[in-house]
Nanobody, 122 residues
Framework: QVQLVESGGGLVQAGGSLRLSCATS????????MGWFRQAPGKQRELVAA???????NYADSVKGRFTISRDKAQNTVFLQMNSLKPEDTADYYC????????????????WGQGTQVTVSS
């Protein structure tokens, strides 16, 4: 069993930055691919970024060059650094884990956090 707890969300002005963290429990963290998803009101959940245990990454086109996903195996934590934030980045952000490689569909992830809200004002 893997438990995920997100933190770091909040209100920020357009152009600003936030860093999301996802702390994990369980001794198998290092074998999981970790993903960040987001869901805005009235929209479908979408993958923002994912990172494998080996460090391979995948990003949504809308965040490439602005967001960076990373993981600290010693701390069992995955991060999402979000720069140059835009109002359209406003959403609930969720951390998720899968035993498989880079996956973009939410139903391919086995474990989910409770989410953290990000609001970007214009």
């Amino acid at each position: 069993q893997v438990q995920l707890v997100e933190s770091g969300g909040g209100l920020v002005q357009a152009g600003g930055s936030l860093r999301l963290s996802c702390a994990t429990s369980g001794r198998t963290f290092n074998i999981y691919t970790m993903g960040w998803f987001r869901q805005a009101p009235g929209k479908q959940r979408e993958l923002v970024a994912a990172i494998t245990s080996g460090g391979s990454t995948n990003y949504a086109d809308s965040v490439k060059g602005r967001f960076t996903i990373s993981r600290d195996k010693a701390q069992n934590t995955v991060f999402l650094q979000m720069n140059s934030l835009k109002p359209e980045d406003t959403a609930d952000y969720y951390c998720a884990a899968t035993k498989w490689g880079l996956r973009s569909r939410g139903d391919e992830y086995d474990y989910w956090g409770q989410g953290t809200q990000v609001t970007v004002s214009s």
